[in-house]
């Protein structure tokens, strides 16, 4: 049986409801909806404030109940939740205690996906680089790769054209892996960070969220971990298939280490030198090898891993350099919501560096930031919601800061403040939401209001 079969032979009858009309709750109405199944769409958002589309599933029959989410979910079947609505919301606390059993868009994927070779990749931070390392290299071997997930691109679209022997490599956040009961054949975890608290409860429950990448795998199942972390060393012991490694410091019984300046497989085999790679900071090394030991486990030669490593030259909005004016360079790094990427993000250049902080806080712990910050910049602009809080920490240790509104006045601000020969990093540490549609959004705005100076 199709994929397409499959699901409408499991949901023949039944009722759907789709909470979220986002990238994710518009690519599944399209799939349902082209299936002939009864929808109810429902958004916390007004009508007027969602995209055109979402009037055209009401012309097909939906049922459209928008400005708040409809408690008409209670009577469906099965309910899809978007990642960005928490399962605390009250219309989602009680469809669950109703016993309706709740999707997302990549566990729905995950079930139907007819390719035999499926990566989920999570992790705290690189989770988006790593999964395209892997996708690159999975590429050199002529196969026809999707690549999607949280990095942007729901895939439940692509059910129907998918075969067997395509290869798909899925970036998974905790939000989605939350309500996962299966896992992907192969699964990856970068690293694992303070994140995402004020949606989870706590550590726990984040850790136990990304463990979901792997704790349903059954045999033949294999997970990628980080040798260099306590905490992801201490995964392995509930990994129900086989456990490969990575390591920026020392050598892996099975999967990817750095051998000096080389990077290796753990039989030795050399792939290719750290310089070799387009790839700024320690932290991508760390990413280069995680991908490669997944690619290692699915069978990518080492010759396609290598010039998959090499030739990537790096996504928006992670470390990226947008202009160099004046002799300053700079860098939009809008990617990094969390202190811990801003300290990856510092440690990856040796020029000073003027950074630009701050947005909405999740609750995260920061002190480890402010020292780093000492340490690597020579002065600070912050911004936004945090900006205080931010301001308050750097005064603390006597580093230079000036606290501004938002981004237009920060980018303003370091217009004036850095000298030639630094680094302007945007790598703000914290999410965008008091100011912005999201990371990227903030990103978009960070380069035009930079690309502006120059006129
Ligand atoms: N909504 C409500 N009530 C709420 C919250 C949201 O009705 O309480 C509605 C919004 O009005 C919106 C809709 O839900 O119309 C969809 O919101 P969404 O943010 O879940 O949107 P999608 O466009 O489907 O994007 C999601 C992921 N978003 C989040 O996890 C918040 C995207 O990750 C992902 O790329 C996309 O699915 C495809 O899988 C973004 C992200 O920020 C980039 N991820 C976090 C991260 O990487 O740190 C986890």
């Not at 939740?81 to 009680?94: D, F, K, M, N």
């Not at 995260?364 to 000492?374: G, H, T």
Request: with cysteine; net charge neutral; glycine share 10%.
């Amino acid at each position: 049986m199709s994929a397409l079969q499959r699901i409408r032979a499991d949901f023949a009858g039944k009722r759907i409801a789709i909470l979220g009309l986002g990238r994710e709750g518009l690519a599944l109405a399209r799939l349902f909806s082209s299936l002939g199944f009864l929808l109810l769409l429902s958004d916390d958002r007004p009508l007027e404030e969602l995209p055109q589309e979402v009037r055209q599933f009401g012309d097909l029959g939906a049922q459209i109940k928008c400005g708040g989410l409809s408690l008409e979910a209670l009577k469906c079947d099965s309910c899809f939740v978007s990642p960005g609505i928490p399962l605390s919301h009250p219309v989602v606390a009680r469809v669950a205690t109703r016993g309706i059993e709740l999707w997302n868009e990549p566990r729905f994927f995950l079930r139907y996906c007819p390719a035999e070779t499926v990566i989920g990749v999570t992790g705290s931070s690189g989770k988006s680089t790593t999964a395209s390392l892997i996708a690159a290299a999975l590429r050199g071997t002529g196969r026809r790769v999707y690549l999607g997930g949280n990095i942007g691109r729901p895939l439940v679209g692509e059910l129907a054209h998918l075969q067997a022997e395509d290869a798909v490599v899925l970036e998974l956040s905790s939000f989605q892996l939350q309500l996962f009961k299966e896992s992907p054949k192969v699964a990856v975890i970068t690293n694992i960070a303070p994140n995402h608290l004020d949606r989870h409860a706590d550590m726990a429950e984040y850790i136990a969220a990304k463990a979901n990448v792997f704790r349903h795998q059954r045999e033949g199942g294999a997970v990628v971990l980080n040798a260099d972390q306590e905490v992801s060393r201490q995964l392995a012991a509930c990994a129900p298939g086989t456990v490969s490694w990575f390591s920026c410091f020392g050598s892996v019984p099975s999967g990817a280490w750095l051998k000096g300046d080389e990077l290796v497989l753990a039989d030795g085999t050399p792939l290719c030198r750290a310089s070799e790679l387009k790839l700024r900071g320690q932290h991508n090394l760390a990413n280069a090898l995680a991908a490669a030991a997944a690619c290692d486990l699915v069978g990518v030669p080492p010759e396609a891993i290598a010039r998959g490593l090499t030739s990537f030259t790096g996504l928006p909005h992670r470390l990226e350099l947008v202009e160099c004016i004046d002799g300053v360079s700079w860098y939009n790094d809008s990617i990094a919501t969390t202190p811990e990427r801003s300290i990856a993000a510092m440690h990856a250049f040796n020029e000073p560096i003027l950074l630009l902080a701050g947005g909405r806080d999740k609750h995260l712990p920061w002190e480890a930031w402010a020292e780093e910050a000492k340490e690597h910049a020579l002065g600070v602009v912050a911004f936004g919601e945090a900006g205080d809080m931010i301001a308050a920490l750097l005064r603390a240790r006597a580093v230079p800061v000036q606290r501004v509104r938002g981004l237009r006045d920060a980018v303003h601000l370091a217009r004036n403040l850095a000298p030639p020969g630094c680094v302007v990093l945007l790598s703000p540490g914290c999410a965008s939401y008091d100011e912005f549609r999201d990371f990227e959004d903030r990103g978009e705005a960070f380069r035009a209001l930079v690309r502006s100076l120059r006129t």
